[in-house]
């Protein structure tokens, strides 16, 4: 019989090995050394509770708007990184998110609008080195038509560059970006909810993710019990440009978002960060603020926000929030 060490080595509960020194006592009687063996063969026959598996942390990090048209897409072609001051932070995340708040592809013709973003196709590697997946839904995705936007589609699809919030149709827009990290399913969703509602995709019409309150909560649902998703997360494009504080349509669809089952809800379009609320215990982060745009000059639209959003292995959650400064060319830089 193998000794106690060799048991001990093998990582066997105490109580195997002594339930059998005691069935082999010489002192017992034949009977009780009987009654012994069988009491310490049936021990080791019988499974020990599964211990529960130790979860890990996750950490996702997303980022404000992003336009590689005008002064970064210039940057761009000159061999800039825009996102060289926020490299290493972008690396160490398992999930890296940002919205493109620009049309990328070369075809299509300019919408009668103020402002036109179309970014070359040149980018788009540079954004599959940062980023896990890019966000379609918001107001410049259809800057240059349909004919660019689905232009577009192709393009991140060749580069293999995950997007959702936007597609050919209805069902495509509204499906959410879905990745494994970890053993855990993670969703998220993109909708855009800033008017006019003219770029909404259809059963037949390419277009983004429209923030339907109904649907948004059915499709949240749907990540949940049938997609089975340990983590949905919603990523909304919302809110009046420059308030600071989120308005009370974007507070009421947050909380729907909550109550439908998102485990929390980051948002942006403002070009200015707002407030931060807990809501059941889950966090909403109503805007990010910009992170790659050129074009303004003030403090609060030139500072954005990289959050690092941390998912502990105990279904609670802990943030970082960085700042982003951009310089005149709407570049991010990295206070040290």
Known sequence: MPSVTERERRGLPRRWWLAALLAMAPVMSSLSALFLTLLTLLTLLTPLPAQAAGGEDITLLFAGDVMLAEAPGAAVRRGVDPFHDFRELFAQADVRIVNLECVVSQKGRAERKPYTFRAHPRVIPLLKKHVSAVSLANNHSGDFGRRAFVDMLALLERHQLPYFGGGRNIREAHRPYVTQVKGKTIAILGYDGFLPRSFEALEQQPGVAWMDADL???????????????????????????????????????????????????????????????????????SLGNFIFNGFTDEASTTGWVLQLIARADGSFDWVVHEAHMDQEGIPRRKR
């Open 216 to 286: 948004v909560a059915h499709q949240v649902r749907h990540a949940k019990e049938v997609l089975k998703a340990d983590l949905v997360i919603v990523y909304p494009h919302w809110g009046w440009e420059y308030e600071r504080l989120a308005s009370d349509a974007q507070r009421v669809m947050a909380r729907l978002m909550i109550d439908s089952g998102a485990d929390a809800v980051v948002g942006g379009h403002p070009h200015v960060t707002q407030d931060i609320e807990v809501y059941k215990g889950k966090p909403i982060f109503y």
